[in-house]
Nanobody, 128 residues
Framework: QVQLVESGGGLVQGGGSLRLSCAAS????????MGWFRQDSGKEREFVSS???????????LYAGSVKGRFTISRDDAENTLYLQMNNLKPDDTAVYYC??????????????????WGQGTQVIVFS
């Protein structure tokens, strides 16, 4: 497994932006699909976005409908880091955001069960 550490969360007013980072260590993640999920208190962890391995499908991306057009996922394989640029944030985006990866999986995927490595999460709070 790979170790994942998220950062970049915080408190932001609605309409603002944040950029989350996920630093991976333990093994290169360039051949792995990676994703972002989020979980608000009392709710199920939900899919936010995923990106395929750069070598697979040209770095295909997937987004949840609720964030499409506002969030952008990207990766820097040289730095072994995953990013989530979040713009036009809304109070409904408030949650703990988790980074995930799966060894041997190159295609982007919506499903939590497809990932076998998770970070500890970073809190995002959006106030109106």
């Amino acid at each position: 497994q790979v170790q994942l550490v998220e950062s970049g969360g915080g408190l932001v007013q609605g309409g603002g932006s944040l950029r989350l980072s996920c630093a991976a260590s333990g093994r290169p993640t360039s051949s792995s699909a990676m994703g972002w999920f989020r979980q608000d208190s009392g709710k199920e962890r939900e899919f936010v976005s995923s990106i395929s391995a750069t070598s697979a499908a040209g770095g295909r991306t997937l987004y949840a409908g609720s964030v499409k057009g506002r969030f952008t996922i990207s990766r820097d394989d040289a730095e072994n880091t995953l990013y989530l640029q979040m713009n036009n944030l809304k109070p409904d985006d408030t949650a703990v955001y988790y980074c995930a990866a799966r060894a041997g999986l190159s295609s982007a995927t919506y499903y939590k069960a497809d990932y076998d490595s998770w970070g500890q999460g970073t809190q995002v709070i959006v106030f109106s």
